[in-house]
């Protein structure tokens, strides 16, 4: 069975109809990502999944679970995790805190009170590292809300990837970042995303084509293709929807 | 009890369409700047005081005018420069400005205008009873403030709904960065809000000072409950406001008539109790004794099961 | 062993204080500051610490007081009879179960609508406390004899210096204890839950849960800060459970400054002075303190903690020096101002007479008097304004990094 399944999933805000009639499936430890025109719905489709808005209708099957009702933080400890197209991280805790506090909970800490974190080597070692690994240690004890933009991008990435849950969605991880800092992120989340389920919305059609197993284009709240990245790029339809205009175009706009 | 409960719905309708003064300006303000202003009833205490000041040179009818629009400026000062100031702090640095200036404000009365009460009486042209029923009499005083509270009332609907300048002020709490971008001075209208809202709340203490005693409590005893009108009403609602405070104004009027007490209500249903029980402050409960718990235990009720309010659209 | 060097400070300072100020009023000046520290730490936990502000804290150092006042009610009155040492320890048990209650629904949501509902909660009480009178006692309020415990280590605490070695003990392990809980992963949590409630929801944490958990154990440090006051009183009336006692410590708080952990304490200390120095001199002191918080919510949002953290970068650079002679230009003008702008105040609320300011007698009844400090005040602040730029200056280049 899928790790992930949408079954004709619907949303709509008041009169506007965001998603319409949406079945997705996603399979253990493959990639994929979600492409499609501003506007078509996908950033709604991962506030859905993660249980930030609730579908109109429609079902949302995680490991087998309805998740549809569940709020954020029970779909989270399913194993589910989530970065934001914009930036969401703790802006007045350093940006070593923030990944501890991502850290804690896989690692068993909860919410202890009888435990103190300057003893947890162990964890402090796993945040200095995962530190390290997305290439801000010399930014350990700076304030998140100090950090420039990339470095923000780059943390809300980390506080995502720390988390070691099963299913990752990431919102744009490239979003704003020049093609050095594209590649690092890119490489970055291949290495952590080892054995994990990807999903992936991104505009970056680079990006796209270097780290998805599959790709799914939704266009007016509809999924109009599913396929490997060899049969999206053929595929009539989708470049229809595009205009051509991404499709061709390999350069990410920064 | 007829005439009691007359007399009582009269008093609940006085005093509801008056916290509806007060409420009103806070809901405007609140929706317009997102901050609720906790020394809004303090500018309701400062419009009765200086109304009672300027009263002993011209009299009230002058005062009535020139306290309000006295506050109302106070007012317009107090955003210009210490709540625009505040706000890059964030809502909780606002909300505790607003705190600090009315604990000042209280202060600053008791200490020029003294800890006593002020003999601030309604107007020897109003100072009579306009009628007698069941051998009560109901003041002229309090009509006329109906009067005007319903005159606001009518004003402030017909102002913010019809004219140009109401609608830009409706606009500015919905969308203001269209607003700004269509080319209005959007903190100028924050300024001119904020400063009509002290200036309606002041109007309430002219109003009110003869009535509810002019002294330095007036604010804390008054600006809980009109927090709590605009929460149950919903943070942001007009209509949720005027219900609420119509609501509150009538439930405690009411209460305060109706002399029931829990023991009764047990004789009633046949229970006894000893006079010595554990429990006896709970089976001596009365409805005037819980008069002034009624708005909170309301606002708590309201907060657990419909946190939105009466009328709310937006989580506060 | 450099972490433990702030806490051997403390305990020195508790321990030396009594000795320096061994009279009546300096003892029952650190009794009520003892009290003060454990209650504005308290109050952190939520505003500071975890994003909550509550304008009803006093409900949970009430409560817990009036708990402890009943118990040593009781023992007079035949109830069980236990070493007073654990009165604190009673009533925040109970001031834990009061926040168990009304935390349950009232950490649901942060920010304004919290404030509402402690605000609401708080009234409430307050109100109730006037009409239930078996527990609060009226008007008289509860009051009990806290010398009828049996003796521990000799002592009866019939004496106020026998309650503060009590105190000192309380006050110390509360301080430790809720700043060992700033350090455990529900301490870090509250902090994230304050930056970002929805960031912490997607890492697995269900918020309320988070909030509620700094809210039970605040709740139970105001209520041994409740506890200490009724020991050191011996009576707990209403207006121990008011909005303005929840005011009061608000004030505390951020003058002190919320974003430090000890900010609070310091804030404690110095309303604790003003409170009983200040009121001594001028019957104007609340005025002062109401205009020195809402100065200090404009223009320092940090507190005096914040002030005095702000020159730790001069001093490790060895600048501090380079800033005197600004400060010196700046300070003068802005006392002078100051000055004269108090004795318009103490004039203007004396209306007739003389009333003495600084040994100066000012009479209200001579013109040059009022013209006098107003021309002064005029002539201060536009001294104090000219000054403010090359102070700027200087606390820039004294800040800044060195270029590498």
């Given at each position: 069975m899928s790790l992930l399944q949408l079954q004709a999933v619907h949303k709509h805000f008041g009169a506007t109809r965001?998603?319409?009639?949406v079945s997705l499936n996603i399979e253990a430890g493959e990639r994929h990502a979600i492409i499609g025109p501003n506007g078509a719905g996908k950033s709604t489709l991962f506030d859905l999944v993660s249980g930030r808005h609730r579908a109109s209708s429609g079902h949302i099957v995680f490991r087998g679970r309805a998740i549809d009702t569940l709020p954020p933080h029970e779909i989270a400890r399913l194993g589910l995790a989530r970065s934001f197209q914009i930036s969401s991280l703790?802006?007045?805790?350093?940006a070593f805190e923030n990944l501890r506090c991502a850290l804690l909970r896989p690692q068993g800490f909860g919410l202890s009170m009888t435990r103190l974190l300057p003893r947890a080597s162990r964890l402090n070692a796993c945040a200095d590292a995962l530190l390290e690994e997305i290439g801000l240690a010399a930014r350990r004890d700076v304030l998140a809300g100090a950090l420039s933009y990339a470095e923000q991008r780059t943390l809300e990435l980390g506080l995502a990837l720390a988390s070691g849950a099963e299913l990752i969605l990431l919102d744009e991880p490239v979003a704003g970042m020049n093609r050095r800092e594209a590649e690092q992120a890119i490489a970055l989340i291949r290495r952590v995303t080892q054995g994990k389920t990807l999903l992936l919305v991104e505009h970056d059609m680079g990006a796209v084509f270097e780290l998805a197993d599959r790709i799914s284009v939704l266009a007016g709240g509809r999924v109009i293709a599913t396929g490997t990245p060899t049969q999206i790029r053929a595929n009539p339809q989708v470049q229809q929807a595009y205009l051509g205009s991404a499709m061709t175009e390999d350069t990410p706009h920064a | 009890m007829i005439d009691v409960l007359i007399f009582a719905t009269l008093n609940g309708l006085v005093t509801g369409l008056l916290l509806f003064l007060l409420a009103s300006g806070l809901t405007l303000i609140f929706s317009m700047m997102g901050v609720l202003n906790f020394a809004h009833a303090s500018f309701y205490m400062l419009g009765a005081y200086c109304a009672f000041s300027i009263g002993q040179y011209t009299g009230f009818w002058p005062a009535l005018i020139l306290a309000p629009v006295l506050v109302g400026g106070f007012g317009a000062l107090v955003e210009r420069y210490g709540l625009r100031h505040v706000h890059k702090s964030g809502h909780v640095a606002e909300l505790v400005f607003t705190f600090g200036l009315a604990f000042l404000i209280e202060q600053a009365v008791q200490s020029f205008w003294g800890a006593d009460t002020k003999n601030y009486q309604p107007p020897a042209l109003l100072d009579f009873p306009l009628f007698t029923l069941f051998g009560q009499d109901f003041p002229a005083y309090k009509a006329f403030m109906l009067l005007v509270s319903i005159g606001i009332f009518i004003g402030l609907y017909w102002g913010l709904t019809r004219t140009r300048t109401g609608m830009i002020i409706q606009a500015a709490t919905s969308h203001p960065q269209t607003v700004a971008n269509l080319g209005h001075n959007l903190p100028l209208i924050h300024t001119l809000v904020f400063g009509a809202g002290s200036a309606l709340a002041a109007l309430a203490g002219v109003l009110a000072g003869p009535v509810l005693t002019t002294f330095p409590g007036m604010a804390a005893t008054l600006g809980s409950i009109v927090f709590v009108i605009v929460v149950i009403g919903g943070l942001g609602s007009l209509t949720g406001a005027l219900v609420a405070s119509l609501l509150i104004g009538l439930l405690q009027s009411w209460a305060i008539a109706v002399d029931v007490g829990m023991a009764d209500l047990l004789h009633w249903v046949g229970v006894e109790f000893p006079p010595d029980h554990p429990l006896k402050d709970i089976w001596r409960l009365s409805l005037p004794q819980l008069a002034p718990v009624l708005p909170y235990l309301l606002l708590v009720l309201m907060l657990i099961f419909h946190p939105s309010g009466l009328f709310g659209k937006r989580e506060g | 062993m450099k972490h433990l060097l702030p806490w051997i400070v403390f305990a020195l300072l508790l321990l030396m204080l009594p000795w320096l100020f061994p009279s009546v009023l300096g003892i029952s000046i650190l009794n009520e500051m003892a009290i003060a520290i454990v209650f504005a730490l308290s109050y952190n936990m939520l505003l500071g610490q975890g994003g909550m502000l509550s304008f009803g804290h006093a409900v949970y150092f009430g409560l817990g007081g009036f708990m402890a006042a009943h118990a040593l009610l009781g023992m007079e009155l035949g109830g069980p009879i236990f070493s007073v040492t654990l009165i604190p320890l009673v009533a925040g048990g109970f001031g834990l179960l009061a926040a168990v209650l009304i935390g349950?629904?009232?950490?649901?949501r942060a920010g304004t609508a919290f404030a509402m509902i402690s605000l609401g909660v708080g009234e409430l009480l307050a109100a109730l406390a006037l009409i239930l009178v078996s527990f609060f006692g009226g008007e008289a309020g509860i009051s009990g004899d806290r010398s009828l415990g049996p003796a521990f280590l000799g002592a009866d605490f019939a004496q106020d210096s026998q309650v503060y070695a009590l105190a000192a003990v309380w006050t110390f392990v509360s301080t430790l204890a809720m700043y060992l809980f700033t350090q455990t992963p529900a301490g870090r949590m509250a902090n994230a839950v304050r930056d970002n409630p929805e960031r912490a929801a997607f890492l697995g944490y269900n918020v309320q849960r988070v909030r509620l958990l700094s809210f039970i154990v605040s709740g139970f440090f105001a209520g041994v800060a409740g506890g200490l006051f009724a020991l050191h009183y011996e009576i707990l009336t209403a207006q121990n459970l008011s909005t303005t006692t929840s005011g009061n410590v608000l004030l505390m708080s951020y003058i002190g400054g919320v974003?430090?952990?000890t900010g609070p304490m310091i804030g404690a200390v110095v309303l604790t002075l003003i409170n009983s120095v200040l009121s001594h001199y001028t019957e104007l002191w609340l005025l002062y303190l109401g205009l020195s918080f809402v100065l200090t919510v404009m223009f320092l949002p940090q507190g005096l903690t914040g002030l005095l953290m702000m020159h730790r970068t001069p001093w490790r650079r060895g600048r501090l020096r380079s800033l005197l002679r600004p400060y010196l230009l700046t300070g003068i003008p802005a006392t002078l101002c100051l000055f004269s702008v108090f004795a318009l105040l103490e004039m203007l609320h004396q209306g007739s007479g003389s009333v003495m300011f600084f040994g100066l007698a000012l009479n209200t009844e001579q013109p040059w008097a009022w013209l006098g400090a107003l021309l002064l005040a005029i002539a201060a602040a536009y001294g104090w304004r000219r000054s403010l730029p090359s102070l700027r200056e200087a606390w820039r280049s004294a800040s800044q990094e060195d270029a590498p």
């Open positions: 965001v998603l319409e009639d703790f802006p007045r805790l350093s | - | 349950s629904f009232s950490t649901r974003g430090f952990f």
